[in-house]
């Protein structure tokens, strides 16, 4: 008689057990051996070329992004006629934009000074959730200052006391209150997500997107929770913004002097750029037009919301403004005594 039928039955079961659980524990080592923990960014290009050159435009790029930011911050804290709400979400969106630099810049910088820019998985999900946090946030200061502008030009006698400094504490707490609710529904998704295969990603950050083509699970959910929220939040921050201007242009066609004209669009007009710039770069970006050409596109309109817009932001809303250009001049007067 063999081994195997020497055996009672009961002691066949438990050593097949025993084996079937050897298995599953082998295969669970196996997968967790497997998976990825760290990424290599590939960059914005892999033209050896134009690393240098490129290195240093984007170093110009973050040096005037910084000091445009951060002058625009002082000078908003330093002057009382500047503590306006139209300030107030100005002082805010440079906020935003100062830190959304910082976020990308740098290791942006990294991919044309060395040859494999490695990022671990930990600080591609800390990068991916700040990107998603500004973004989302930006969207909503942006949403929150064509209403501004709406009470301010339609209501004019009421905006004190609508724009009351509670009411728009409230609208930037909710801004950033949402972000953070987007950026962590977004990056806990991309936590969830396998990935076991490739680990080289092909643009010069942590993206929603270059991330999900490199996970080997399922991501049609994925795709599809994060269609929804970007939909969402696109067509409710651009509906509120149309809105607002289409009845700012309706209240401006009533007005018959010259001068009152010239004061409405001086007014809208540095947000109308800022908004066009951002969202249009955003548009742009996730645009597929070919398999192909798709990321490297994605990749060149990404720049505009990563680098040239934050970079803009404090030039658009300074070089045509008087107010501003007043409390800088207070301000070197009072540094030069």
Known sequence: MSKIESLPSGSVRSKCNEDTQITALQI???????????????????????????FFLFLLNCVVTVVGNLSL?????????????????????????????????????????????????????????????????????????????YVAICKPLLYTVTMSPQFCSLLMSGSYVMGFAGAMVHTGDMVR??????????HYMCDIFPLLQLSC??????????????????????????????????????????????KAFSTCGSHIVTVGLFYGSGLFTHLKTSPAGSMGQGKFFSVFYTNVVPMLNPLI???????????LEKTLKRIAH
């Not at 935003?96 to 600080?123: A, G, Q, R, Y």
């Open 217 to 262: 699970s399922s991501t049609y959910a994925s795709e599809l929770m994060t269609s929804v929220i970007v939909g969402t939040v696109v067509i409710v921050s651009s509906l509120i913004i149309c809105i607002s201007y289409a009845l700012i242009l309706s209240s401006v066609l009533h007005i018959s002097s010259s001068q009152g004209w010239s």
């Open 317 to 327: 809303y300074s070089l045509r403004n008087k107010d501003v250009k007043c409390a």
């Open 28 to 54: 669970v080592t196996m997968e967790n051996d497997s998976s990825v923990m760290e990424f290599i960014l590939v960059g914005l290009t892999d033209q050896s070329q134009l690393q240098l050159p490129l």
């Open 193 to 202: 997500l396998s990935f076991c295969d490739s680990n080289i990603i092909s």
């Open 73 to 149: 911050i002082n000078l908003i804290c330093l002057n009382s006629h500047l503590h306006t709400p139209m300030y107030f979400f100005i002082f805010n969106l440079s906020f935003i934009d100062l830190c959304h630099s910082l976020v990308i810049t740098p290791k942006m910088l990294m991919n044309f000074v060395s040859e494999k820019n490695i990022i671990s998985f930990t600080e591609c999900m800390t990068q991916l959730f700040f990107f998603c946090f500004f973004v989302h946030s930006e969207s909503y200061v942006l949403t929150a200052m064509a209403y501004d502008r």
